[in-house]
């Protein structure tokens, strides 16, 4: 993950700017601080986005918990990191830690009628260029994974006026397997184009919708499985107790001539 989110010259005062600088440093933090509090984050295997055209896109997701900007960023670097990354998020949010506006994300309001058309204006200028990606949470608030997610009308809305764009469903889930660390889970869903499907708004509302509540379906089956082999390891994390329990495991395996492993389960965060 060495690509940095590309300088870009939308400067307007109405537009987000980004700064690779800062950028390039917070992916990083971001990765290191996921290394800390999770055994693996994992993506389901066969399911990378296609993105062999040069439209803009949006990543729509559930939003399952606090982690989930921080997942992001991750998925980002990954698969999308010849793009620029921008996400709405919180006007309050965004007041709060203003160094965000550098990262490429832009406060919205959507409980008034200006903060609404806002986002829109926003988001549809950000769309007019192919290197775009954006993330969001069309739920607009946490929600758990076995809920249903009702979208607010702003995606639907992008999705019925704007041509030429890539819509990407993102499940996401969270759980405990066989480490004292939990697994972050990811699952990407079939593209949609905005330009192959002639719908309404309340038709693309219902569409992507019905989209991601199948991703999450698809990843809830695997992650009842508990069965790493179906996915992929971005990124390995802790694992082990620490302290005396494993430095006992450890004399225990120098004494035996065996190479020392913290993980408990049968299964290694191994990449692929």
């Keep these: ?27 990083r933090y971001a990765s290191r601080y996921l290394q800390r509090h999770f055994n693996a984050v994992r993506v389901a295997k066969d399911g990378a986005p296609d993105l062999s ?13 606090w982690w989930d900007p921080l997942i992001a960023i991750l998925l980002h670097q990954t698969y999308f990191a010849e793009r620029t990354a921008y996400a709405p998020i919180d006007q309050q949010a965004l007041d709060q830690y203003p160094i965000f506006r550098k990262l490429g994300f832009y406060g919205i309001d959507l ?5 609404a058309k806002r986002f ?22 946490f929600a758990d994974v076995r809920a249903p997610t009702t979208f607010e009308p702003g995606l639907a809305h992008l ?15 969270y759980t405990f397997w066989e480490e004292r660390t939990p697994e972050a889970l990811v699952e990407f869903g079939s593209c949609v184009h905005t330009a192959a499907r002639d719908l309404s708004k ?35 994390g802790s694992a082990g107790v620490g302290g005396w329990y494993d430095f006992f495991r450890r004399m225990k395996a120098m004494l035996l001539g065996s190479r020392f492993d913290p993980r408990h389960g049968r299964h290694h965060a191994a990449r692929g």
């Design 120 to 141: 829109l204006f926003v988001t549809r200028e950000l769309l007019k260029h192919p290197s775009t990606a954006i993330w969001m949470t069309p739920g607009g608030r």
């Design 111 to 115: 409980e008034s009628l200006e903060g």
């Design 159 to 173: 999705a019925a006026n704007v041509s030429g764009v890539r819509l990407v469903p993102v499940a996401l889930e």
């Design 53 to 65: 055209g040069d439209e803009a896109v949006i990543c729509f997701a559930n939003h399952p918990g």
């Design 202 to 236: 309340e038709e693309w509302q219902s569409e992507l919708e019905r989209q991601l509540a199948a991703t999450q379906a698809s990843l809830a089956q695997k992650v009842i499985s508990r069965d790493p082999a179906r996915f992929d390891v971005l990124l390995a």
């Design 1 to 27: 993950m060495t690509s940095l989110n590309r300088s870009n010259t939308r400067t307007s005062a109405n537009l987000p700017a980004v700064s690779p600088f800062l950028w390039y440093g917070f992916t």
